[in-house]
């Protein structure tokens, strides 16, 4: 029997991530966009506000027209004009008049600041309309100045940010009609094993469900790729080679779950072989995910993740999340590294790092994870409510409740650099 | 000019819950939901795993065979049949017997455990294949067993849970092929003001794009609603009134932006008059989006939002958000609620609560918030980084860096059942 060396997570990481591929930019129409992320660099197209303009509902007046007004001595304006948001005075301020403005209006000509409505007293008198003001209006007073908010050129969201609703204002704001947005990134996946049945199909004596590609392609989508699938691929060499050929011309990255083991009916080393692909390594120091094995070909990555689930998703997680990351142009295309204190004992001692899928939650401030159910890497239970991953490195003891351990966070969009 | 008096936020949040309306379900083919909530308790539709089998590939014998096996007396077993994951044996297994079996197959009728395949040593003798066990094997070794993961009519998940890849997995395995998902809700969009412009508009002087109906939008999409946009309403009383109108036919909610304040051309309290609407308030003892306005009727709530971005983000999140979530069937509507420290000095007196957009982050597991930026409600650029508010109750103080502040958390899905 093959003896398999197996590859510490970082190292085998580090292998995967050499053979990063370019993600390419694609213009999407703005009210279709969400969540992608940015390909360029969002700068402001003008400044903000582009014209001089009240932050409030009031009148705009020359400032100097307000020395030595006072509750006994009001000075009065003539309101000459109305301006509502949107339209513009016609014509300029001159001494002692005052130009009626809503907020957000653009500045008349003339005036140089604003006094609040509520501060003023209307009168009417001969048909026209004046109003008292009872203080002294210092110049600028109540004014928000072309550019306060913005310079025009001004850098305003990085390219690899992930799109999100204040994101989206500024793209509105500055007339991004067309989105530069990365692109998505297209994931076969194969599940194999003649054991597996359809989704739609009854169980059978010996068969199981294919639950797998169902899982990593929300996991996929999760990323920000786009999965395709591609089918179940019975225990086959000849029919699994040709259609894995095939499914490379037609997607960037691939992904089969089941057949990497040593057994018997574990065709996927000979696969990547004929296929004459360069295997970065066919076993990991962890737990689950052991027999995860990735090759790389062509420019195209191919994942081998073990067939089952809890260790598929971990190899999901750790080898190919990063990937599409990248692709999608993310600076911290690995998941986001924390540290937390774990909330429960976790007895079981292992040579090789151990993965717990756990529920994180803030308690007090304090970031906690909890294993989230048994730990067995056939228990599909414990992935429901999984949001995280307690890192327990190898050893010859368990952990004990308090111990503080590195927590990687599966639900986060915003990443770590290099976590290992 | 109309006094209006402030509604404490927990009392304007109680007057808009009680309107809550009930969601409904659908069912969507299990490929095309991701995200969405569940509307019905998941249970096992069967054992897991739903026959004893094998978790290692390796030989399954009768256990009472190997007593007073040895390495120096070892026992020897013919190996009568070969079968892989997702067939079965034709064959019972009698004393002295084996059967190879591949991890994940059914165990076969008369073994009653496995021996690892590296344990043992093959031999070829007559035509037959023969293996040698050098130790005692424990009844039921290396066999999981019917039920042992989960139980037929199991609770798995409960109803209003958002779907994640790993209760896709479940869903998969329990042949789940239509998800009873929570219907989203249909929410319309209008902007009003007559200083807007379209996106793809060139900027005229005095008016601004409308970009508060994009960012609503995606706060919709992340709360998990279907946003409809209906355009912008110049400000103009009849014309506004009868599209209002006519939108409430088509949608589950409204949300207009602008027109709710006190100026000469804020319509939306006349609009709400004709309409015969109730209104819940008209102002909030909050900032920034005091003057958000909400009324009800027909069933239906009607969210009249600040024209300002910052402001209508904030009564988003705070007012709308629990009332889609409710109807997706959250137990937990309401942004999530926890406590962290102020990374920064916030100056700023307020006799209001305030809501200061922020940057929450983890540090050595210690939850921190950083203001996003200058906190004036018209800058949007604070918007775009912003992951929570940071809660600052109003009072003649401002707020020092270090100081232990509510955070209501903007991208987690879990929620708080009721936060104020």
Redesign the interface.
């Known amino acids: ?1 093959e003896m398999r060396k197996p590859v510490a997570v970082d190292k085998a990481v580090q292998r995967v991530m050499k053979h990063a591929l370019n993600g390419s930019v694609e213009f999407l129409p ?2 279709r966009c ?1 969540n992608e992320t940015l390909a360029r660099d969002i700068v402001a197209t ?1 400044d ?4 001089d ?1 009240s ?1 409030y ?1 009031g009148f705009a007046i020359r400032s100097r027209d307000t020395i030595g007004a006072s509750r006994d001595f009001p000075v009065e304006f003539e309101v000459i004009e ?7 005075a016609t014509r300029k301020v001159e001494a002692k008049q005052a130009v009626r403005i ?5 500045m008349p000509d003339g005036a140089d600041a604003v006094i609040m ?2 501060l003023v007293r209307e009168i009417e008198r001969d048909g026209k309309v004046f109003i008292q003001i009872r203080r002294r209006v210092k110049e600028d007073e109540n004014v ?1 100045f072309k550019g306060e ?2 310079k025009q050129g001004e850098l ?2 990085n390219k690899g940010t992930k ?15 067309e989105v530069p947005v990365a692109k998505k990134p297209v994931i076969g996946l194969f599940a194999t ?4 049945l359809e ?5 059978q ?15 996929i ?2 990323a920000g790729g786009e999965p395709r ?1 591609l089918g179940i691929l ?2 086959h060499l000849e029919g699994s080679y040709s259609a894995i050929s095939e499914a490379l011309k037609e997607v960037d990255l691939l992904i089969t779950t089941g057949g990497v ?5 574990d065709y996927m080393p000979d696969i990547y072989a004929r296929l004459g692909a360069e295997v970065l390594f066919n076993k990991v120091a962890m737990r689950p995910g052991s027999v995860t094995t990735v090759a790389a070909m062509n420019g195209k990555i191919l994942f081998g993740l073990s ?1 089952n ?1 809890s260790a598929s ?1 971990v190899g999901f997680e750790l080898f190919v999340r990063p990937i599409i990351r990248k692709m999608l142009l993310s600076p911290r295309p690995h998941l986001k590294k ?4 774990l909330g429960e004992n976790f007895t079981k001692a292992n040579p090789f790092t151990r993965f717990v899928r756990s529920r994180a939650y ?1 308690e ?4 906690m994870a909890v294993p989230s159910g048994k730990d ?1 890497s ?10 995280s991953f307690a890192i327990l490195p190898g050893g010859s003891r368990g952990y004990q409740q308090g111990d ?1 351990v590195d927590i990687l966070l599966l ?1 986060d ?1 915003e990443g770590s650099a290099w976590p290992w």
Chains 1, 2 share one sequence.
């Open positions: 029997m703005i009210h969400f003008h903000v506000p582009h014209f303009r932050p509902d109305e301006i509502g948001a949107g339209s513009v809503m907020t957000g209006a653009q409505l509520e928000s908010d913005a305003l969201v799109l999100n609703p204040g994101i989206k204002a500024l793209l509105a704001t500055f007339g991004y009609t094993g003649t054991e597996l989704v739609d199909e009854a169980l004596p010996g068969k199981i469900r294919n639950s797998n590609s169902y899982m990593l392609a929300d996991q989508k999760r699938f019975p225990d083991s040593v057994g018997d009916y067939g689930p998703y924390v540290r937390g204190v803030l007090g401030g304090q970031l067995k056939n228990i599909v239970m414990s992935l429901a409510s999984a949001n503080e639900e969009d």
